[in-house]
Nanobody, 125 residues
Framework: QVQLVESGGGLVQAGSSLRLSCAASVGTFSALAMGWFRQAPGKEREFVAVLSRDITFTYYADSVKGRFTISRDNRKMTVYLQMDSLKPEDTAVYSC??????????????????WGRGTQVTVSS
């Protein structure tokens, strides 16, 4: 069983930056495709970013494109989400997700097998 633990959330002002981390418990982390999702109060969980296991494929939600960057360090078994130019509408619980096989429906939560519990990001105006 793969365990994912997020960290790095917090309360920041609009225009600030945060870097989220997601540490995995599995030694074969390099074989996992990884993603980030977020859920704002009263809304459904939504896709933020995806990174394939070989780092050849990356995709971002339109709402974060150009501001967020997903990356991974396989030696540290960690995936990151660098968030710049944060906006109040970025306020949400951010969760990382992992899967052994990245299918075509990676925007959907159903495509992901492993989930972290999430970390709160709050952006004040």
């Amino acid at each position: 069983q793969v365990q994912l633990v997020e960290s790095g959330g917090g309360l920041v002002q609009a225009g600030s930056s945060l870097r989220l981390s997601c540490a995995a418990s599995v030694g074969t982390f390099s074989a996992l495709a990884m993603g980030w999702f977020r859920q704002a109060p009263g809304k459904e969980r939504e896709f933020v970013a995806v990174l394939s296991r070989d780092i050849t494929f990356t995709y971002y939600a339109d709402s974060v494109k150009g501001r967020f960057t997903i990356s991974r360090d396989n030696r540290k078994m960690t995936v990151y989400l660098q968030m710049d130019s944060l906006k109040p509408e970025d306020t949400a619980v951010y969760s990382c997700a992992g899967t052994w096989v990245l299918g075509g429906n990676w925007r959907s939560t159903s495509a992901w097998t492993f989930w972290g519990r999430g970390t709160q990001v709050t952006v004040s105006s």
